[in-house]
């Protein structure tokens, strides 16, 4: 349709991006893999691995067993901690063309203020995205992010002293990922990337073990698409104002637009780059022909434009329970 100038930039709260599609924490290896890549710049921007004050071996081999539509996989945070990090790999991965978005996790209040306070000033990074998945040494629990109260501490505390943009990946909390959300929103983050993976085992029947050193871990792939854009569509309409990433099950441009549809700004793509490490530019160009097919301007044109009926309520009769 003539006349109409398409572009696929998105704006997540003072983070421009030139698509709406980003590379996942973790799947954009240590940025040697993307060098020489052709159109990288082309991805909307790359989210580092989970990068801890100090650096942390990760589990035992195997990492990743191939389930039905996914993986199951554990790295147990492999990473060489925040100084090194900083001094090889981020140049590396900021050398690739793309904005590069820092995962930071910790298990303490203190570790989280101390490696935000590491990134303060770092022109080489475009946003923080805040790891919630861990534990929590200092209150005792099995997962640091999963309450919206202690959800909302950790980063109310990073988003006061970050100078760029913060992004809170939630665990993967079912029903209670609306009040994590509004918890943290109100703690004054940028915006929500939605959602960690859940938990998951494979096992081989015929040796009776566990496929990973680790024993457990975390399913990613297609087979969680629904579940993302379930917590996506939940969160969009709680919080319409609050820029939302969706990851989780991004494979295709159709797959993203489905993202957008149910409320997302932007994507990332996780399994499906480790693929095929140029998947996030293609996402990219399926979303654009969409957006032509339908004489669209703009990714924001289509966000939260699922056709829903009026009065629909969630939480109404129509729900099973
Ligand atoms: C091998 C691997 C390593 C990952 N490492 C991290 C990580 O360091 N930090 C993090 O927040 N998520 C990590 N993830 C999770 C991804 O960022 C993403 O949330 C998940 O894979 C779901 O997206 P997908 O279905 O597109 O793969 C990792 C995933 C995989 C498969």
Redo the contacts with the bound molecule.
């Keep these: 349709m003539a006349g109409v100038r398409r572009s696929l930039s998105v704006e997540l709260g003072g983070m421009t991006i030139a698509t709406p599609v980003m590379v996942?924490?973790?799947?954009a290896g240590t940025g040697r893999e993307w060098t020489g890549l052709v159109d990288v710049h082309k991805v909307g921007a790359v989210?580092?691995?989970?990068?801890t004050l100090v650096a942390r071996k990760g589990t035992p081999t195997p990492?990743?067993s191939e389930s039905p539509s996914?993986?199951v996989?554990e790295?147990g945070?492999?990473?060489p901690g925040i100084g090194s990090f900083l001094e090889e790999e981020l140049p590396r991965l900021v050398r690739a063309g793309a904005p590069v978005v820092v995962?930071i996790?910790g298990s303490t209040m203190e570790e989280f203020v101390r490696l935000t306070s590491t990134l303060q000033g770092r022109p080489d990074v475009s946003a923080i995205?805040i790891?919630l998945?861990g534990p929590d040494d200092e209150l005792g629990r099995e997962v640091l992010g999963d309450r919206a109260d202690r959800a909302a501490e950790v980063c109310g505390a990073v988003a006061r002293m970050s100078r760029v943009p913060v992004f809170a990946?939630l665990p993967s909390v079912g029903a209670g990922v609306v009040e994590v959300a509004t918890a943290v929103a109100r703690a004054g983050v940028t915006g929500l990337?939605l959602?960690?993976?859940p938990r998951a085992l494979a096992v081989d029947a015929a040796s009776l073990a566990p496929d990973l050193g680790s024993v457990t871990g975390?399913?990613?792939?297609?087979?969680?698409?629904p579940l993302?854009l379930r917590a996506v569509f939940d969160v969009a309409r709680a919080l319409p104002d609050l820029p939302v990433i969706a990851?989780?099950?991004?494979?295709t441009g159709e797959d993203a637009v489905e993202m957008l549809l149910a409320g997302a700004w932007a994507v990332?793509?996780?399994?499906?780059?480790?693929v095929d490490p140029i998947a996030p530019v293609e996402i990219a160009q399926g979303v654009a022909r969409y957006l032509k097919g339908k004489g669209l301007a703009s990714p924001n044109d289509i966000r939260g434009r699922l056709r829903v009926p009026d009065g629909f309520d969630p939480s109404g009769e129509g729900a099973h329970r």
Excluded: Y
């Design positions: 996942a924490a973790g799947c989210v580092s691995r989970t990068v990492r990743v996914g993986i996989w790295t945070l492999q990473n995962s996790g995205e790891h998945s990946k990337t959602c960690s993976p975390w399913l990613s792939g297609p087979a969680l698409r993302t990851v989780g099950g991004v494979r990332q793509v996780g399994t499906a780059a480790l």
